[in-house]
């Protein structure tokens, strides 16, 4: 089941406020309605600005509700 996150909801806004605030891929595409590799591939090719931590992939929620902000109609 894909969430739907309203940017102008103040929940999302309680919730990215946290600077450490952090989603795993499975997380990403669980939200977005993605299969996971196709998140890890976004990831890889620096289409979402995704890092490494301790070997693992993390975004914070606050550049994927950038990112799906930026490139949304």
Do not use: C
Not at 23 to 42: C, G, I, K, S
């Amino acid at each position: 089941m894909a969430m739907i996150y309203d940017a102008d909801t103040e929940q999302v806004r309680e919730e990215t406020e946290d600077p450490r605030a952090m989603l795993r891929p499975a997380e990403v595409a669980d939200l977005l309605d993605l299969h996971v590799n196709t998140v890890y591939r976004l990831f890889r090719n620096q289409i979402v600005p995704a890092f490494k931590l301790g070997g693992s992939w993390r975004i914070y929620k606050k550049d994927l509700i950038g990112f799906i902000e930026k490139h949304s109609g």
